[in-house]
């Protein structure tokens, strides 16, 4: 049982695009909710994370929006460039950022086309 | 910036045989973590450890074991491997009290069972 779900699987968008990647959640106990960027062979790289006490978190192009009530958050990159083409995970964990275990969702594997 | 060391990034073993993967974290962080990704998976959590002692357990087989020594590297050891092991292990470390800071991965050993 997937306790993180994203979507969509995959997303194609033009240079300069938006692109959005959404994550559900169902343990309401998850208290830290990162996103991960990662390029073939290689570990996945912290973007960005987000509390849920805080709505969004914005960092260069790449704002999270937290929604609680709904269980749910987003990864939004804008100005999309071909060098972002790679998969994004979400992730949560209960207890914080470090010392816990990551609950990832499937991947979204993103191409940005020139 | 010192990353984490992950060696080695490439190992075939064939069935029924052991291999050790060995991790070395960033200086000063306390806290090691195991995933295994196969392909076009989310990451697992493995196992972490804490100051040498293991501080919590996910999906590792039983035919798996692993440890922290007193230097902080870790050591996975895999026996009795079968074709379902192939996949992409990373560690991963942080400071255990990393509030804001959270994980950084290393690029991983890619192990081929055959």
């Not at chain 1, 695009?17 to 343990?27: D, Q, V």
Request: proline letters at 6%; glycine letters at 8%; aromatic letters at 12%.
């Amino acid at each position: 049982q997937q306790q993180v779900k994203q979507s969509p699987q995959s997303l194609i968008v033009q240079k300069g695009g938006i692109s959005i990647i959404n994550c559900a959640y169902e343990n309401t106990a998850f208290d830290y909710f990162p996103w991960y960027q990662q390029f073939p062979g290689k570990g996945p790289a912290l973007l960005i994370a987000i509390r849920p006490d805080v709505s969004e978190k914005k960092e260069g192009r790449f704002t999270i929006s937290f929604n609680k009530s709904a269980k749910q958050f987003s990864l939004h990159i804008m100005d999309s460039q071909p060098g972002d083409s790679a998969t994004y995970f979400c992730a949560a964990s209960i207890g914080g950022a470090s010392g816990s275990r990551l609950t990832f969702g499937e991947g979204t594997q993103l191409t940005v086309n020139p | 910036a010192a990353g984490v060391i992950q060696s080695p990034r490439h190992l075939i073993k064939e069935k029924r045989e052991t291999a050790t993967l060995k991790c070395y974290p960033i200086p000063r962080h306390d806290t090691v973590y195991w995933y295994q990704q196969g392909p076009g998976q989310d990451p697992q959590f493995l196992i972490s450890f804490y100051e040498k002692m293991q501080s919590d357990k996910g999906s590792i087989p039983d035919r798996f074991s692993a440890q922290q020594f007193s230097d902080y590297h870790s050591e996975l050891n895999m026996s009795s491997l079968e074709l379902g092991d192939s996949a992409l292990y990373f560690c991963a470390s942080s400071p255990w009290d990393g509030a804001n800071y959270g994980y950084t991965f290393g690029s991983g050993t890619r192990l081929t069972v055959v």
